[in-house]
Protein backbone atom coordinates (compact mmCIF):
# COMPACT_ATOMS: atom_id res chain seq x y z
CA UNK A 1 0.00 0.00 0.00
CA UNK A 2 1.34 3.03 -1.10
CA UNK A 3 1.72 5.99 1.49
CA UNK A 4 3.15 9.54 1.91
CA UNK A 5 2.61 11.44 5.24
CA UNK A 6 3.36 14.93 5.72
CA UNK A 7 4.91 16.21 9.09
CA UNK A 8 6.11 19.11 10.94
CA UNK A 9 3.96 21.95 9.82
CA UNK A 10 2.17 24.47 12.15
CA UNK A 11 1.94 28.27 13.07
CA UNK A 12 4.33 30.50 13.23
CA UNK A 13 5.42 34.01 12.99
CA UNK A 14 6.80 35.78 10.08
CA UNK A 15 10.03 35.52 9.60
CA UNK A 16 9.69 32.24 11.21
CA UNK A 17 11.60 28.87 10.47
CA UNK A 18 9.37 25.31 9.77
CA UNK A 19 11.17 21.83 8.28
CA UNK A 20 8.61 19.84 7.28
CA UNK A 21 8.88 16.45 6.62
CA UNK A 22 7.58 13.00 4.41
CA UNK A 23 7.61 9.91 5.28
CA UNK A 24 7.24 7.59 1.96
CA UNK A 25 6.10 3.58 2.03
CA UNK A 26 4.84 1.11 -0.04
CA UNK A 27 6.73 2.04 -3.43
CA UNK A 28 10.49 2.23 -5.05
CA UNK A 29 11.17 5.70 -3.04
CA UNK A 30 14.91 6.36 -4.68
CA UNK A 31 13.39 5.39 -8.39
CA UNK A 32 10.80 8.57 -7.69
CA UNK A 33 11.32 12.39 -7.91
CA UNK A 34 9.66 13.78 -4.96
CA UNK A 35 7.88 17.72 -5.14
CA UNK A 36 6.44 19.79 -2.26
CA UNK A 37 3.80 21.49 -3.65
CA UNK A 38 1.12 24.04 -1.77
CA UNK A 39 -2.30 25.24 -1.73
CA UNK A 40 -3.80 27.94 -0.21
CA UNK A 41 -7.47 28.86 0.33
CA UNK A 42 -9.04 30.15 -3.02
CA UNK A 43 -5.54 29.20 -5.17
CA UNK A 44 -4.73 27.01 -7.49
CA UNK A 45 -2.26 24.40 -6.13
CA UNK A 46 1.59 25.57 -7.19
CA UNK A 47 4.38 23.80 -6.98
CA UNK A 48 7.19 24.86 -4.47
CA UNK A 49 10.11 22.53 -4.96
CA UNK A 50 11.03 19.11 -6.53
CA UNK A 51 13.88 16.54 -6.61
CA UNK A 52 14.77 14.32 -8.93
CA UNK A 53 16.43 10.73 -8.11
CA UNK A 54 20.31 11.77 -8.39
CA UNK A 55 19.32 15.03 -6.06
CA UNK A 56 18.87 17.83 -8.97
CA UNK A 57 16.81 20.78 -7.05
CA UNK A 58 14.15 23.32 -8.60
CA UNK A 59 12.53 25.69 -6.87
CA UNK A 60 9.41 28.51 -7.17
CA UNK A 61 10.81 31.47 -7.73
CA UNK A 62 8.88 32.64 -4.50
CA UNK A 63 10.82 30.50 -1.83
CA UNK A 64 14.28 30.48 -3.84
CA UNK A 65 16.85 31.43 -1.19
CA UNK A 66 14.58 30.58 1.96
CA UNK A 67 13.37 26.97 1.24
CA UNK A 68 15.79 23.54 0.91
CA UNK A 69 14.29 20.44 -0.28
CA UNK A 70 16.26 17.40 0.50
CA UNK A 71 16.11 13.58 -0.08
CA UNK A 72 16.87 10.49 2.15
CA UNK A 73 16.37 7.83 0.28
CA UNK A 74 17.93 5.13 3.29
CA UNK A 75 15.13 6.84 5.13
CA UNK A 76 12.72 6.87 2.24
CA UNK A 77 12.14 10.36 3.05
CA UNK A 78 11.90 13.78 1.72
CA UNK A 79 12.36 17.17 3.59
CA UNK A 80 11.57 20.79 3.00
CA UNK A 81 13.20 23.25 5.26
CA UNK A 82 11.93 26.64 5.21
CA UNK A 83 13.20 29.65 6.64
CA UNK A 84 12.11 33.41 6.45
CA UNK A 85 8.76 32.39 6.30
CA UNK A 86 6.14 35.34 4.72
CA UNK A 87 2.11 35.12 5.41
CA UNK A 88 2.20 34.36 1.23
CA UNK A 89 3.58 31.10 2.81
CA UNK A 90 0.95 30.07 4.59
CA UNK A 91 -1.24 27.13 2.92
CA UNK A 92 -1.32 23.23 2.73
CA UNK A 93 1.40 21.86 2.12
CA UNK A 94 1.51 18.34 -0.18
CA UNK A 95 4.09 15.83 -1.24
CA UNK A 96 3.68 13.88 -4.52
CA UNK A 97 6.65 11.08 -5.49
CA UNK A 98 6.55 10.78 -9.37
CA UNK A 99 7.78 8.44 -12.27
CA UNK A 100 6.50 8.42 -15.87
CA UNK A 101 2.62 8.05 -15.64
CA UNK A 102 2.58 7.37 -11.96
CA UNK A 103 2.13 9.74 -8.94
CA UNK A 104 1.01 9.65 -5.81
CA UNK A 105 0.30 12.04 -3.01
CA UNK A 106 0.04 13.05 0.72
CA UNK A 107 -2.59 14.13 2.41
CA UNK A 108 -0.99 17.37 3.43
CA UNK A 109 -0.08 19.13 6.34
CA UNK A 110 -1.01 22.70 7.57
CA UNK A 111 1.29 25.70 7.70
CA UNK A 112 0.13 28.50 9.18
CA UNK A 113 2.21 32.62 9.22
CA UNK A 114 0.72 35.01 11.31
CA UNK A 115 1.81 37.08 13.94
Known amino acids: QVQLVESGGGSVQPGGSLRLSCAAS????????MSWYRQAPGKQRELVAD???????NYADSVKGRFTISRDNAKSTVSLQMSSLKPDDAAVYYC?????????WGQGTQVTVSS
Open 96 to 104: KARRVAREF
Open 51 to 57: ITTNGNT
Open 26 to 33: GFGFSTYS
